[in-house]
């Protein structure tokens, strides 16, 4: 590893400046480089948010991302010499064939305490981790009773997350694309990908109704995510599930367990929900407002009248 690693290179730093200061930690797929170009690309653009040049501070905080990275990589390619990397696997899948989801990069465990936290993982839950590296994401989903699943696509991680998980009720390793297995059992899902395997999977994720996401790192693109919390300096964004239901011109969207949108041609509402005994309860903030629903249809994904105001609540 070049001692140049976390150099900094000037009052205003372009990016390839930068890349040349960082010698052979940035390098080809295959290599003994830590980051490709594209990983590097994306560490940038989340730190320049567009601009083409960064300050001293911006390189300072952007060269102690890399610097934790590296020493988290380095610590795990120890004890994994002789893997097969992961942009050097078979490329017999599609996601194999375009530079991965993802390189691999441990998620340190406050963020994994914080990602169950976020999805409120329990027993009842079909948990999957796309592209699980050493499964301690799985395991620790596992222990708090749900049914955990690790996709990945390297055979010496999976194998490696297969052992970090043995014996643990309801968890287990797939070895295999991420892309080809399937979601439609999961209730929540947690992601962390660059940019670019977030956007190949993105349209996999939207096909879901009744999943909610946490992504590591970066956002989901597109999508607005439901919350923000910060560990470490990284961010993990929340998407609650998202159901759409139908009648006529008008359209019910529930947020969630809690909150819901409601289009009617031109005019738009928000609020809260409840359920009570079939009943689907709204009021909104426009005079404390209230409305009932007693015909969603969950099959069809339809509703059966317009939502009725039905007066101010007391």
């Known amino acids: 590893m070049s001692a140049q690693v976390g150099a900094q290179v000037g009052a205003q730093t372009t990016f390839d400046a930068w890349v040349a200061s960082k010698g052979d930690a940035v390098g080809p797929p295959g290599t003994t480089s830590v980051l490709t170009p594209l990983a590097a690309r994306e560490l940038w653009d989340r730190e320049a948010q567009g601009a083409d040049v960064l300050d001293a ?7 102690a ?11 795990f390619q120890a004890l994994l010499r002789g893997r097969v990397d992961r942009r050097r696997a078979p490329a017999a899948t ?18 994994v305490a914080k990602a169950l ?14 592209g699980c590296g050493d499964g301690r994401f799985v395991a620790a989903a596992a222990r708090r009773g749900a049914e955990a699943v690790g996709v990945e696509l390297d055979a010496a991680l999976a194998k490696r997350a297969a052992a970090a998980v043995a014996g643990l009720a309801g968890a287990r390793i797939v070895h295999g694309d991420a892309l080809a297995e399937p979601l439609d059992r999961a209730t929540k899902v947690f992601l962390y ?9 993105v349209s996999k994720l939207a096909a879901l109704r009744n999943v909610t996401v946490v992504a590591y790192t970066f956002a989901l693109p597109g999508w607005a995510p ?7 300096g990284i961010s993990l964004y929340l998407y609650l599930p998202r159901r759409t239901f139908s009648c006529g011109t008008c359209q019910l969207t529930l947020v969630g367990d809690a909150k819901f949108t409601y289009v009617d041609g031109p005019s738009r509402i928000e609020g809260t929900y409840t359920e009570d005994a079939g009943d689907f309860i709204f009021k909104w ?12 249809d969950f099959e069809r994904w339809t509703f059966d009248e317009p939502l009725v105001d039905e007066g101010v609540e007391e």
Do not use: C, H
């Open 65 to 75: 991302v890399i610097r934790a990275d590296v020493k988290r990589a380095t610590a």
């Open 226 to 232: 439901d919350r923000r919390e910060v560990v470490g």
């Open 57 to 63: 501070a911006s390189v300072q905080r952007l060269d």
């Open 285 to 296: 903030p426009a005079r404390s407002k209230k409305g009932v629903l007693r015909s969603l």
């Open 117 to 130: 936290e976020l999805l409120d993982v329990g027993e009842g839950d079909v948990v999957y981790d796309v």
């Open 193 to 201: 990908l660059v940019p670019s395997g977030l956007k190949t999977i």
């Open 94 to 111: 599609p996601s194999a064939s375009r530079n991965e989801l993802a390189p691999f990069n441990p998620t340190p465990e406050a963020a």
